[in-house]
């Protein structure tokens, strides 16, 4: 018996480390933590292999014999999660779900669906049973959103029993109405504001209970809650590019490209998100601010093509983007625009629907097909609810503009 590092581990699993550290996480693989360093046993990962082992075709019995036998009033619901939770792990190796989708499934799973329908037959589950659950969950004050992501769960495991033929049909759901409300695009005013508030704040400690707040870089470093001067630029950055917040885990200084012409812009070649692949064309300002980002970052050591753009000190990027994150939002609390004007909370995303928002106010011509496929979104997207704060007052210039008229001769 002997203990291996992380690094070992996933030479041992031939799984990358990202996804050993969320079976962990998720308690599916034991590890333990020493000085901030995950160390496992040999053979707690020779089990854990052993755990994932298929039956032979030798073997005349398969996965759901035992289901698909016995009559639908005697399997509960209990009995498929774990068949549907193994498919949405297979999703997760594939690339198909983030494993931190997976883990708000798990967190749901236990917190209101399985503490409901466990002991439920898998054949008693009808419109009422489903009705009562959300009534459970109204009475819980959860909202509308939230509601239809615990009975997506549901559906899920209910979907299982019917692909393996111990359930005939899906029983009907309650319909949820969901209202749309948008993150919420700043304003031109509230824009300025970040970016001073942002300013202001730079290289001051965030101070919790009169001590610097400290946040893991990596599994050895530490450092206290500082905010950093990039954080203004990332503000406009985001607003001047149309990048999601996801995009700042990715973005290395090899996806950019400066381009000078009769326009001067950032050509953006970013990895691919939701299924668009297509390269991002950015504002002018986007331009300044990545130079006077690649020249604070050389000063420090970084800027090589292979380094992050934003927080490159921290390697493990879920965490990086968590910490910008936790960065914006503590810019908001400072600038008094952490709700928007219907009470939504700002986060990082807003950024995005201030860069589409600008576009639509103050672009003069642009038509949607063009902006859509360029913020790597459809226009439909867009309609629903990057343009739906927009009103007439926005741009009364526009509509009370008239038409010249054209001399006969």
Known sequence: MKTLSLDEASSFLRLPSHEIISQVEMGRLPGAKFNDELIFIDIDLAEFVRGHYRPTTNNTSNLHDDLTIAPNNAVLFKDLVPHMLRLEENRVRRGELTAKSLRITHNRLDKYVAPYFNDVPIGNI?????????????????????????????????????????????????????????????????????????WRLRTQPYMMQNRAKEVHVNEATTMDVVMPRDMTRLIGFMVNSFIRPSDLKFIQHKHIEIIEGKYRYLRLSLPETKKHDQPIVTMTA???????????????????????????????????????????????????????????????????????????LYGEGVDLLTLAKNARTSVNMIERHYASTLNGEMNIGLLHSKRVRRSKF
Request: charge should be positive; charged fraction near 25%; include cysteine.
């Open 126 to 198: 009808d419109y009422m049973t489903l009705d009562a659950f959300i009534e459970e969950l109204t009475n819980a004050d959860i909202k509308g959103v939230a509601i239809s992501q615990y009975i997506i769960i549901v559906r899920k495991v209910l979907n299982y029993a019917l692909l393996t033929n111990v359930i005939k049909s899906l029983p009907q759901f309650p319909r949820i109405k969901t209202p749309r409300q948008s993150r919420g695009a700043f304003t031109v005013i509230e824009y300025k504001r970040l970016l001073k508030t942002a």
């Open 286 to 360: 986007c331009v300044g601010i990545y130079q006077r980002l690649l020249k604070d970052a050389k000063s420090r050591g970084y800027g090589k093509p292979n380094d992050y753009l934003f927080v490159p000190e921290m390697k493990n990027r879920d965490h990086a983007l968590r910490y910008m994150g936790f960065l914006f939002i503590w810019i908001l609390e400072n600038a008094n625009l952490k709700f928007g004007k219907k009470g939504q909370n700002r986060t990082l995303y807003c950024l995005r629907h201030t860069a589409i928002t600008f576009r639509l």
